[in-house]
């Protein structure tokens, strides 16, 4: 029987460059999509997956990030006292409980791969997720769900894949497919932002991962690829040959790129158009607002 999947790292050291100037000051994980930050998603996907311990790889300036999950009794009182009794839930929600958290210094940015790699002590010999908090997935059954559920089938290592277009193959970890089984297939190969033409296919790589520990092995010999960084993507494809194996896994859902500006505003419409409170109003505006464009030109 394989081992269950309790743990699951987020690697969240980044400074964010691409949202200066707000991330001067403000982890760019808890920037606010609608009304939640980036990082509650994955957390709140993480949970809907059985995954009861969570562990981020940070770097200096995070502080805000760490506080977030720390209990606030004066709001919580505050809320209480006003008999604000959905916010005072809302609020308790996103609370962690005692040990359920970890954080680790990754203190030189040499890549995801030695970002997960920084954690390798807390994980042991057992599976465990990987969740990139710029990628936010909207499902109806949660993406790590879906793969918690096929790694059950597979073990080895597994990630979530979906095509994009060629023009922007070259921007991701791409699969090289041995059988393609649907939602499933079995990888012979993976690459590290392909140049343009050289591509072995256009499944890319998104960031979900299923890792078994002996990745860690691999990550140890801090060997560099495509950037000059410790790619992850390198440390899986070193085992594609074992009898474990790698495996893509063809998620159901839309996945926004929040770690762009336009991905992120693409997320927030959507994310908002999906609010039942929301929705009448930002459809007006988005109306009018393209009316008003067409109009003009």
């Known amino acids: 029987m394989k081992n269950k999947v309790t743990k699951a790292i987020f690697p969240v050291a980044g400074m964010g460059t691409r949202f200066l ?4 000051s403000v982890p760019k994980e808890i920037m606010t999509l609608v009304d939640r930050p980036l990082v509650q998603y994955a957390i709140d996907e ?6 009861e311990e969570f562990i981020f790889v940070t770097s200096r300036g995070k502080g805000a990030l760490e506080d977030y999950f720390d209990e606030a009794p004066q709001l919580e009182q505050s809320l ?12 308790q929600s996103t609370n962690m409980e005692s040990g359920q958290v970890a954080y680790m210094r990754q203190h030189k940015a040499l890549g995801l ?3 997960i790699w920084c954690a390798r002590h807390l994980i042991g010999d057992n599976p465990f997720a990987v969740m990139l908090p710029d990628d936010v997935i909207a499902a109806e059954k ?12 597979t073990g080895g290592h597994m990630v979530a894949a979906m095509e994009v277009p060629k ?18 297939v079995k990888v012979k190969g993976m690459v590290e932002k392909p140049k343009a033409g050289t591509e072995p296919s256009n499944l890319a790589v998104i960031g979900r991962y299923i890792l078994a520990p002996t990745v860690f092995d691999h990550l140890s010999k801090k060997q560099t690829g495509a950037g000059g960084e410790i790619q992850l993507t390198d440390a899986i494809a070193a085992d594609i040959d074992t009898d474990a194996g790698v495996y893509g ?11 762009s500006k336009a991905g992120f505003l693409q997320a927030t419409i959507a994310f908002g158009l999906a609010r039942d409170e929301l929705s009448g109003e930002l459809e007006e505006f988005m ?7 067409k109009a003009a030109e």
């Open 21 to 24: 100037p707000a991330t001067k």
């Open 167 to 184: 023009d922007k193959v070259s921007a991701y970890g791409v699969l090289d497919l041995k059988e393609d089984m649907g939602s499933m």
């Open 113 to 115: 791969g030695h970002a």
């Open 287 to 293: 109306h009018d607002i393209l009316a008003s464009r």
């Open 142 to 153: 949660p993406c790590l769900k879906q793969m918690v559920e096929s790694y059950e089938q």
């Open 249 to 259: 896994y063809r998620f159901r859902g839309q996945r926004y790129d929040c770690g």
């Open 46 to 51: 993480a949970r809907a997956a059985g995954i």
């Open 80 to 91: 209480k006292d006003k008999g604000k009794t959905e916010l005072l839930e809302l609020l």
